[in-house]
């Protein structure tokens, strides 16, 4: 992830508050693994009988959540090296 440098610092205060909100995501997302992951495949499949949209709909919000913890783990790491960087 490319940072553009303002007079405030890395990030505009925009940027920040959707870096929030993916980390917001991100802990919803990790829910929603741990969710899946503690069914059964029965269980699953069960799910998806009662609701059509529930595989598809599960998948979009994991990858979503994917896609969120990226960008937060992109910033974190970014975070690190320019402490490290200015540390000397």
Do not use: N, W
Request: proline letters at 1%; hydrophobic letters at 35%.
């Amino acid at each position: 992830m490319m940072m553009q440098y303002t007079k405030a610092g890395v990030i505009t205060e925009q940027e920040a508050r959707q870096l929030e909100q993916s980390l917001q995501d991100t802990q919803s997302g990790r829910f929603g693994a741990f969710t899946v992951m503690m069914q059964t495949d029965c269980d699953i499949q069960e799910e998806m009988k009662h609701d059509p949209l529930y595989a598809s709909d599960s998948l979009a919000d994991l990858r979503e959540a994917v896609e969120a913890h990226r960008r937060a783990t992109d910033l974190m790491e970014t975070a690190v090296s320019r402490v490290e960087r200015l540390r000397g």
